[in-house]
């Protein structure tokens, strides 16, 4: 059984930066595509970025030039540095991992969310 454990989430100030994290366990394959999503208030979840076993990476439009998603396989572990966060940016974010998450198909492993809130 896998496991994603998000942590990192808080309250921030209008251009101010977090990094989240998502420990994973279990058997989980190295080969798995990574992502994260957020939710907001009234809105549906939206995929932000992605990272397949390569490390090529992926974004919404909105976060390009501002969030990075990096992950560090020794360590079954994926990031997202996000920075000049805006009021926008506030959401639930979730981890997910499978085999076609890069190219937008969701995986069947999901975190608990963690929540991110920026102040204007």
């Known amino acids: 059984q896998v496991q994603l454990v998000e942590s990192g989430g808080g309250l921030v100030q209008s251009g101010g930066s977090l990094r989240l994290s998502c420990a994973a366990s279990g058997v989980i394959r190295n080969t798995y595509d990574m992502g994260w999503y957020r939710q907001a208030p009234g809105k549906q979840r939206e995929v932000v970025a992605a990272?397949?076993?390569?490390?090529?990476?992926k974004y919404a439009v909105s976060v390009i030039d501002r969030f990075t998603i990096s992950r560090d396989n020794t360590k079954n572990t994926v990031y997202l540095q996000m920075n000049s966060l805006q009021p926008e940016d506030t959401a639930i974010y979730y981890c997910?991992?499978?085999?076609?998450?890069?190219?937008?198909?969701?995986?069947?492993?999901w975190g608990q969310g963690t929540q991110v809130t920026v102040s204007s």
């Open positions: 997910n991992a499978g085999a076609h998450v890069f190219v937008g198909i969701p995986g069947d492993y």
């Open positions: 990272i397949n076993s390569e490390g090529s990476t």
